[in-house]
């Protein structure tokens, strides 16, 4: 049932790591332009730097959806999650408009692309029955998450009037991120049907 999945550690883990996931990612998304403005980019300009990312970030669920069906929906989750981690540190060493656009592309391609993966995982542990209430719990705690991120954004910058440490924060969460999806467990096996049938047979 569903009061049983959310006592298990397998959706305690997927809760934290889609929280953890969110957390890192909504803070610089949500400053995008700002940073860039900063930067010295046109207020107009700076909002192409998000729209880049958006687009890229449709590209990312078609991409990271394909890939996670040759190759799993975990491994692929990680990988995502590593790659968001890693572009939001990158932020830290931008200041051109072509950086920006680089930047965006590969970040929108992880940050989209990682969010359909957990409800993919959802289903293969959990199953269809209760994935509605699971997903739907699980995606709760990623709401706490893009909440948490734009405020600490905003209060760094008003405390230190710039942005780095929304940055150096974002990846540490974003690679805490990494750490508690790479303990995710391998989805259920179904069983072999022959093999049912053998055992019964004896």
Not at 8 to 35: D, E, K, N, R
Not at 71 to 91: D, E, I
Request: some cysteine; proline content about 4%; aromatic content about 12%.
């Amino acid at each position: 049932t569903a009061a049983q999945a959310f006592r298990t550690p397998q959706f305690i883990t997927l809760a934290l790591a889609h929280f953890a996931c969110c957390a890192a990612h909504s803070g610089p998304i949500f400053h995008m332009v700002s940073y860039a403005m900063i930067c010295g980019i046109a207020p107009l300009t700076a909002v192409t730097v998000y729209s880049l990312a958006g687009f890229s970030g449709l590209g990312g669920r078609l991409l990271l959806g394909a890939l996670a069906d040759r190759l799993g929906a975990k491994l692929v989750l990680v990988g995502g999650l590593f790659v968001q981690a890693m572009s939001v540190a990158a932020y830290l060493a931008v200041g051109q408009l072509g950086e920006f656009y680089a930047l965006s592309v590969i970040f929108g391609l992880a940050y989209g692309g990682v969010m359909p993966l957990y409800a993919v995982l959802v289903r293969e542990y959990f199953g269809a029955k209760i994935m509605g209430s699971v997903f739907g719990a699980v995606s709760a705690f990623a709401s706490l998450g893009m909440a948490l991120g734009p405020l600490a954004g905003g209060w760094v910058f008003d405390t230190f009037h710039a942005y780095n440490w929304l940055y150096v924060g974002s990846f540490a969460i974003g690679i805490a991120a990494v750490a508690v999806a790479l303990s995710f467990p391998s989805a259920k096996q179904p069983s072999q049907p022959s093999l049912d049938l053998g055992r019964a047979a004896a």
